[in-house]
């Protein structure tokens, strides 16, 4: 059993952990906002529809590392769960996703640890969004501390695909019926000729204005 000062030990050092997450989060969070603001001032057009931030709770880091087959520990925590500290970028069409990716990715605080484009490589659930794994630097009053966020980017119609699979997923906690799985399948399919439909109507109406004489 963990005497009181172990207990101690260990809730003083998730209350830094969080912390840590939290700070990073207001500095991408922050970042994020400066370039999409720069972006408006440059092109007169703003990219990020939407910007959320989020902690992920104890209990599903915990539940993720039971997953991965990890006991749960701070250790593990830190070394085995990437999204802990999440920002989801929405935009209103996919040429907006890599646009905003490559932004990030020049940004010289920013170290891009990976990349997972579901996008061009949808999961077999139909799952689309694209992800970016980075690390910022936490500056303390006597220390830097490298702190990973994980950035989300996807379409207004990706993210409301995905909370839906988000909800039936925990409904029927990973294993939902195959006629439900079918439809939600069908779904991802509709929204991607939505996202082709919409950035090609975009297109079409900014070759028009630039065309259109004064």
């Not at 969080?18 to 603001?37: H, P, Q, R, S």
């Not at 932004?103 to 891009?112: A, C, E, H, P, Y």
Request: charged share 25%.
């Amino acid at each position: 059993m963990e005497t009181n000062t172990g207990v101690k030990d260990s809730v003083d050092s998730w209350k830094t952990i969080m912390f840590l997450y939290n700070a990073a989060l207001k500095e991408v969070g922050t970042k994020l906002e400066i370039l999409n603001d720069e972006f408006q001032y440059v092109h007169q057009y703003n990219p990020i529809e939407h910007i959320k931030t989020r902690i992920k709770t104890a209990e599903s880091i915990v539940q993720k590392l039971k997953r991965y087959g990890h006991e749960s520990s701070i250790d593990n925590m830190i070394k085995y769960v990437n999204d802990i500290a999440g920002v989801r970028l929405i935009c209103s069409f996919t040429s907006d996703i890599y646009v905003l990716a490559e932004m990030i990715g020049k940004q010289s605080d920013l170290k891009v640890i990976s990349i997972k484009d579901y996008i061009k490589h949808p999961k077999e659930s139909g799952y689309k969004s694209y992800h970016m794994l980075v690390t910022v630097p936490i500056y303390l009053s006597d220390s830097i501390v490298d702190t990973k966020v994980e950035i989300q980017i996807r379409t207004i119609a990706m993210d409301f695909w995905a909370s839906l699979e988000h909800k039936i997923y925990y409904k029927f906690e990973g294993n939902a019926p195959d006629h439900i799985s079918k439809e939600l399948r069908e779904c991802a399919d509709m929204i991607s000729n939505l996202d082709e439909k919409m950035l090609s109507l975009n297109n079409e109406i900014q070759n028009f204005a630039i065309q259109r004489p004064d």
